[in-house]
């Protein structure tokens, strides 16, 4: 089963670019503090006149452009010298760096370079970059615990996610968790140049609230079980589904803090609850389903083909219309900026 989580690539009416101003409202709300943590925390030791930005899990854009120019600006405003920027895109390989490539802002003031890999290990050398940025890929896990997916384990999970219900279930996710986010963190360590900052975005949970009662996790939970309605039409194999789990996780804020002061390498200059500009989604089925599709219907397609995901996601509509009463009461879920600077 793939281990990459690709978001739909191209310029198309499903693809990331076109469905991604939710991720983006986050980047816009937090883009002051952004500004404040760079001019007060940053700490550049300049050996040369360049300055090196990196997004980890840049997808392909237009996301990834704010949030580096953001950074440039800023620094700009910081070190008004004659600095030259290098920006380092990554992604994992599946990534559709074409497009990204193909729509790089004209005018911008940096030199851009691909980097492909997985953020849970080194993709840059030692002390190479100044300033960073990983936005809304943080919930994303290496891989899910095998006894989760194997039908005959006691604490096989029926779910395509972690609901956050079954207590084995949840405690496995979050081992892995605790373990991505520690390789995620050390690799940046080692990257990250002395003084340097490392920015983090993205959703999480807060505490004591289960995924399942969030928008989010009632998506998840409408794709799951659109999938076994299509299984049970003979449409896709029951045995594989039975085996599909997303490799999601969204960590409750306690313990994403806690992870981070565990590792050590950095100090916490922010953790900041931001409130979204979009505030939570809107509950309008169509966009609702278009969004999740955008996100999870690569990896629906990539395990079970593409005209399964399109039935899929018919169905999933079709809940989101029925379930609005519900999505109404869902609990909000939390976004997050956290700063910080390497010891
Ligand atoms: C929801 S998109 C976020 C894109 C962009 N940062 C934004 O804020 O809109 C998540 C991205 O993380 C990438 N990703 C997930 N796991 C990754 C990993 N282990 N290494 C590198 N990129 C990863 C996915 O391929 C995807 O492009």
Same mark, same amino acid.
């Given at each position: ?115 492909? *890999? $997985? =953020?849970?290990?080194? @993709?840059?050398?030692?002390? &190479?970059?100044?300033? /960073? ?6 919930? !994303? ?122 590792? *050590? $390498? =950095?100090?916490?200059? @922010?953790?900041?609850?931001? &409130?979204?500009?979009? /505030? ?6 169509? !966009? ?56």
């Amino acid at each position: 089963m793939s281990t990459t989580f690709t978001m739909i690539g191209g310029e198309g009416p499903n693809s990331y670019r076109e469905h991604s101003k939710y991720q983006r409202a986050l980047l816009e709300a937090a883009k002051e503090k952004i500004n404040e943590a760079i001019s007060t925390k940053l700490d550049i030791n300049f050996t040369s006149n360049i300055v090196n930005i990196a997004d980890f899990g840049c997808s392909t854009g237009p996301n990834t452009f704010a949030a580096v120019q953001t950074i440039v600006d800023a620094v700009e405003h910081k070190y008004p010298v004659d600095t030259e920027f290098q920006v380092f895109f990554n992604d994992t390989s599946d990534n559709d760096f074409n497009t990204l490539f193909k729509t790089l802002p004209p005018g911008r003031k940096y030199f851009a370079t691909g980097v492909s *890999g $997985s =953020f849970f290990g080194r @993709v840059l050398p030692r002390n &190479s970059f100044h300033v /960073g940025v990983c936005s809304y890929s943080l919930h !994303y896990l290496s891989k899910v615990p095998k006894e989760i997916k194997d039908r005959d384990s006691p604490v096989w999970n029926k779910d395509i996610h972690c609901t956050g219900f079954s207590k084995d279930a949840a405690k496995l996710y979050l081992d892995q968790y605790k373990i991505d986010m520690e390789s995620f963190l050390s690799s940046r360590a080692q990257e990250l140049v002395s003084g340097g900052l490392l920015l983090l975005l993205g959703s999480c949970l807060p505490n004591g609230v289960q995924i399942s009662e969030t928008v989010n996790g009632m998506m998840m939970d409408f794709i799951g079980s659109s999938l076994n309605e299509i299984a049970k039409q003979g449409l896709i194999d029951q045995e594989k589904l039975d085996a599909f789990k997303l490799h999601v996780y969204l960590a409750h804020a306690d313990d994403l803090k806690r992870i981070i002061k565990d590792n *050590g $390498s =950095f100090t916490i200059e @922010v953790f900041e609850k931001i &409130s979204h500009a979009k /505030g939570e989604h809107p509950l309008d089925p169509e !966009y609702l389903t278009v969004s999740f599709k955008s996100t999870i219907g690569g990896v629906v397609t990539s395990q079970f083909g593409q005209e399964a995901m399109e039935k899929t996601y018919e169905l999933v509509k079709e809940k989101t219309q029925e379930m609005l009463p519900q999505l109404a009461k869902a609990k909000p879920g939390m976004q997050y900026l956290i700063v910080l600077r390497k010891n």
